[in-house]
């Protein structure tokens, strides 16, 4: 059976640097540039990951989806740079709907005990994001499920921001290395 949706590509947002900070970046000692454009995707992330947190059309069935979202920024040196926006691995929480939840912590609250939820069942979401994102095929009807895009829809209306955000980080970092010490002479 063929799929009748076709599933989106990652977002990949690819920034036009003015050629003056280009030149500039060039005389950057290669760390110091390195660390400029992780610390500029770094904000880029957090910038995309508040869009998809604060949309109105995010699923919520417990709620702990959106609360597990999260930014993974690289952290070796020696290979590429990158900023990641998707759940938190460690991160889990009671598979209840909303209104349960909120209904058990309020009576919880009035009782001035700790609020503990009353099922076994533990969601894990960086287990079931990328289903919600891309959509997923039924396991007994093989129909194709679409999926909710919010990630996707996260970026792409942050893409102005985002760039602006990377070419504002990029240059403060031209202005702070603007010392002697950490230009160098090639």
Avoid: C
């Amino acid at each position: 059976m063929k799929r009748t949706t076709a599933v989106p590509n990652d977002l990949d947002v690819s920034v036009d640097i003015p050629t003056d900070i280009t030149a500039s970046l060039r005389e950057i000692s290669s760390r110091k540039l390195r660390n400029a454009t992780r610390n500029a995707l770094g904000a880029a992330a957090r910038i995309i990951r508040e869009a998809a947190a604060n949309d109105a059309e995010f699923p919520i069935y417990s709620g702990i989806l959106r609360r597990s979202l999260g930014i993974k920024n690289s952290k070796h040196t020696s290979r590429s740079i990158y900023s990641l926006v998707g759940a938190r691995r460690r991160f889990e929480g009671p598979t209840l709907p909303q209104e349960v939840i909120r209904k058990g912590k309020q009576a919880a609250r009035k009782s001035g005990i700790k609020y503990v939820p009353p099922t076994d069942r533990i969601s894990k979401p960086s287990k079931y994001l990328h289903l919600m994102e891309k959509g997923f095929r039924h396991w007994r009807t093989l129909q194709f499920i679409e999926g909710h895009h919010m990630l996707q829809k996260a970026g792409q209306s942050t893409r102005a921001a985002v760039t602006q955000k990377i070419r504002e980080k990029l240059s403060e970092a031209l202005t702070k290395a603007s010392t002697a010490s950490e230009i160098t002479t090639t």
